[in-house]
């Protein structure tokens, strides 16, 4: 059993390459990394039938189950593994299956609220703010989101619009505030190799070692 020795949190606006930062740090290093997407701990808004879950509001903290999520990063970082939800964008909704995650040196937990809630604020070792300007990340959204997402680009917008800018400017972007560490422009190259170059040496120091 291996118990973390290291937990980053990656938060920032949608858009701002906070996935891309992630994938890029641990590059060479994915099996010393246990990923925490809080993507994966939407509430499960199954329940309602598909138009209105379109219309929820996934920018407001309470859209989280973070009970549960402070459960499992918890149990990660006491060495214990977790069954994680997975959630399905285009359904707007988890999916049937959950994947079994087990502690590694490293736990990065990566989202836009990752830096919202106190008690988990308080487990991180490094907290990492990824900074893009707004027009910047709209049109990364929008070509993700028709491309890999599902979605009509008159729906990103109207989105964009009613709740993710609002949500972004109240919620979100107050949070930079507690970060160590402000990266402009999401997996810029030099944050990218000083970030890989920490996750390297918690990776290297716990390489065979039980704690
Ligand atoms: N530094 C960058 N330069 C150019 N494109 C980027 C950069 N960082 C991310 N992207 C692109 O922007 C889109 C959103 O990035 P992603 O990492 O998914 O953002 P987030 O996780 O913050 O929502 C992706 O298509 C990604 O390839
Ligand atoms: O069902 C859903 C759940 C979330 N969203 C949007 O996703 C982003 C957060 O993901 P990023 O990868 O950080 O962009 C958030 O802004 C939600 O609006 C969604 O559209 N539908």
Redesign the pocket.
């Given at each position: 059993m291996t118990t973390p020795s290291f937990a980053i949190g990656i938060a920032g606006g949608?858009?701002a390459g906070?996935?891309t930062l992630a994938r890029e740090m641990v590059d060479g290093h994915a099996d010393a990394v246990t990923l925490i997407p809080i993507?994966n701990y939407?509430d499960d808004l199954g329940h309602l039938p598909f138009e209105e879950r379109a219309e929820a509001n996934?920018?407001h903290p309470s859209a989280f189950e973070w009970e549960l999520l402070r459960e499992h990063l918890d149990a990660l970082l006491d060495g214990d593994a977790v069954e994680m939800p997975q959630y399905d964008?285009t359904e707007?909704r988890r999916t049937e299956e959950t994947v079994h995650v087990e502690p590694t040196d490293v736990v990065v937990l990566e989202?836009?609220f990752a830096l919202y809630d106190d008690v988990i604020t308080a487990s991180l070792d490094l907290r990492v703010y990824v900074e893009a300007d707004a027009d910047v990340r709209i049109l990364r959204?929008i070509e993700r989101d028709v491309v890999e997402r599902g979605r009509d680009i008159e729906d990103v917008i109207e989105?964009y619009r009613a709740t993710?800018k609002p949500m972004h400017e109240r919620y979100v972007e107050p949070t930079k505030k507690t970060a160590d560490i402000v990266v402009p422009e999401g997996a810029n190259g030099v944050a990218v190799d000083l970030l890989a170059e920490k996750v390297r040496a918690e990776s290297t120091a716990g390489l065979g070692l039980d704690r």
């Open positions: 949608t858009g906070k996935t993507d939407y996934y920018d964008f707007h989202g836009i959204r989105q993710v």
